[in-house]
């Protein structure tokens, strides 16, 4: 059964910096795309920052050069660095794995979830 559980989430003020975590158990991350979502009530989830297995990484304009995302195979960890919070930055995030295998089926996990809230 594969998991994913988020952590580091909280409040935070303008300008401030939170790294959130996604430890995943059940299956090896290195062979999935990791991705971070966010998603406000009343809006579609949102595709913040994605890291394949190869190790390029893609991020939605509004995060570039604020946001980071980096794995751990190892730790068979993903992490989002977010520097430079602004309070539109405020949502759930939510970690994904997603893979395709060579028969073209996907598997697709969520984690549970965090809060980040950015406000004085």
């Known amino acids: 059964q594969v998991q994913l559980v988020e952590s580091g989430g909280g409040l935070v003020q303008p300008g401030g910096s939170l790294r959130l975590s996604c430890a995943a158990s059940?299956?090896?991350?290195?062979?999935?795309?990791m991705a971070w979502y966010r998603q406000v009530p009343g809006k579609q989830r949102e595709l913040v920052a994605a890291?394949?297995?190869?190790?390029?990484?893609n991020y939605v304009d509004s995060v570039k050069g604020r946001f980071t995302i980096s794995r751990d195979n190892a730790k068979n960890t993903v992490y989002l660095q977010m520097n430079s919070l602004k309070p539109e930055d405020t949502a759930v995030y939510y970690c994904?794995?997603?893979?395709?295998?060579?028969?073209?089926?996907?598997?697709?996990?969520w984690g549970q979830g965090t809060q980040v809230t950015v406000s004085s």
């Open positions: 059940g299956t090896i991350i290195s062979t999935y795309t």
């Open positions: 890291s394949t297995s190869r190790g390029s990484t």
């Open positions: 994904n794995a997603h893979r395709t295998d060579w028969r073209m089926r996907e598997y697709d996990y």
